[in-house]
């Protein structure tokens, strides 16, 4: 059985408590602890409630908290309940990316805001099924930011985030357990580095988790009806200089750039993508997919109509290609 999401981000924190003696995480509502294959982890138990620190429900409190620490070159994670992304944001704005600046590079500010992110769920409406939220800290100068599709990119990012001098925001999707299995041992996922999926030739298709999933599924339709896709998942929102370098050079093959994601369609992640690739390849084919500008419904039949699906993708690929 493939490592969890959840699992495997909690063993990148726990290998780098143990590398690093004073690195700390805050945390509310679910405690960090999580088992998989009759093995367990339990940061608590493990490293004590000064280390593993559960707070009052106060996201403010908790970032707040880890930001300070880093000030004192303590290394802190910051691990916040879904509902609440956008509570913290005054302070990732006004300070955590701001600090490292101010300094003129001489100090580092190593934070990590561990944001659960929302889906498009059934059953969750108004302020429980909403996403693409990471695109607000995305715009803010300073701060990386982050999004794991499968287990192994989710552990390789963590420690990455974790070993960087910058602030991170690191967005947790709940996703389908997929990807290449999970070594025990600590090791790196870049930050900024792409991950080609699939090659083609005919049509670049560019999305971030969760919508991931359903790419991969349209990839595999579109290739049973001749069409050639190549699927980049960048994982990295910020910065995007060396994300576009993969998807210029894809885009510069195929001349088609399709996009698909679970956020609103105005400001969505991927809307930068398409500036800048617009920008760098004149003449190129673009198509934005991406949850209508409204709020969520609960009702399942309503949401899932709204979010884009594998479906919607391929026939937006089609008539991009064949049109």
């Known amino acids: ?46 490293f004590g409630r000064w280390r593993a620190r559960f707070s009052a429900i106060d996201e403010n409190w908790i970032v707040g908290g880890a930001l300070g620490m880093s000030m004192i070159g303590v290394r802190a994670i910051a691990h916040i309940p879904s509902m609440t992304t956008l509570i913290p944001y005054e302070l990732m704005f006004n300070h955590a990316g701001k600090l490292r600046h101010m300094t003129g590079g001489q100090a580092a500010f190593p934070m990590i805001l561990w944001a659960d992110m929302q889906g498009r769920a059934s059953f969750q409406a108004g302020q429980h099924a909403d996403a693409g939220l990471e695109s607000c800290y995305a715009r803010l100068a300073g701060l990386k930011v982050v999004i794991p599709s499968n287990p192994y990119d989710a552990k390789g990012l963590m420690v990455s985030a974790i070993r960087d001098v910058d602030p991170v925001v690191f967005c947790h999707y709940s996703v389908p357990t997929s990807g290449p299995d999970v070594p025990d041992e600590p090791y790196t996922v870049p930050i900024g580095q792409t991950a080609v999926r699939t090659e083609g030739k005919d049509i670049t298709i560019v999305g971030y988790a969760p919508q991931t999933v359903e790419i991969a599924k349209a990839v595999k339709q579109l290739k049973q009806r001749g069409i050639s896709a190549e699927f980049i998942d960048p994982r990295t929102l910020a910065p995007l200089e060396q994300v576009m370098e993969t998807i210029i050079k894809s885009v510069k093959k195929t001349g088609k750039l399709l996009t698909s994601d679970d956020g609103s369609y105005s400001f969505c992640n991927c ?20 949850f209508p500008d409204a709020p969520p419904p609960g009702a399942p039949e309503m949401i899932n109509y709204m979010r884009v699906g594998a479906a919607d993708i391929v026939t937006a690929a089609e008539k991009m290609v064949r049109g």
């Open 1 to 46: 059985m493939p490592k969890s999401m959840r699992y495997a981000i909690l063993e990148a924190i726990q290998g780098e408590m143990r590398r690093d003696k004073l690195l700390t995480l805050l945390y509310e509502y679910q405690r960090p602890a999580a088992r998989w294959g009759g093995r367990s982890i339990n940061l608590e138990a493990e």
């Open 271 to 290: 809307t930068e993508i398409i500036a800048r690739a617009a920008e760098a390849v004149p003449g190129t084919k673009f198509k934005r997919l991406a």
